[in-house]
């Protein structure tokens, strides 16, 4: 009785696979370990004080730079075991911060990460206890 409003969904997503995949080829990734270690740099000095402005922007820029450079990306390198200790214990800090902003970027970065990787969600698991729900 009504006509369609438009294209199908199988055809919006494919649409949307192409446009993502021309967008992935022209920006320069840089190496997903490097990024981390970048994080794993900016000194905290300890998880349990109080972190100073000038560190906690230092990193939420870095991590805003690892999640835009893992969109779209479907496989990633796993870093060292060392690595994504400091790390994600760093991120879990920020996600107790009740600053909304800081809250959405660990989100984010940790939904990019698990969702897509199946080596690194059994890390997380063995290693934090956390279990990704899909």
């Given at each position: 009785m ?17 446009v ?64 994504f200790?400091?790390?994600f214990?760093?991120?879990?800090y ?41």
């Amino acid at each position: 009785m009504y006509g369609k409003a438009g294209p199908s969904r199988p055809q919006l997503r494919r649409r949307g696979r192409r446009v993502r995949q021309t967008t992935i080829e022209h920006e320069p990734l840089l190496p997903y370990a490097e990024l981390l270690e970048d994080l794993a740099e900016i000194d905290f000095p300890s998880i349990e004080s109080n972190v100073d402005e000038e560190s906690r922007t230092a990193f939420f820029v870095a991590l805003n730079k690892v999640a835009s450079q893992l969109k779209g990306r479907h496989e990633l390198e796993l870093a060292s075991e060392e690595l994504f200790t400091v790390v994600f214990h760093k991120c879990f800090y920020l996600l107790n911060n009740p600053q909304s902003c800081v809250r959405t970027i660990v989100l984010r970065i940790f939904r990019l990460l698990l969702v897509r990787d199946r080596v690194l969600q059994q890390y997380l698991h063995h290693r934090f206890d956390i279990v990704v729900l899909r």
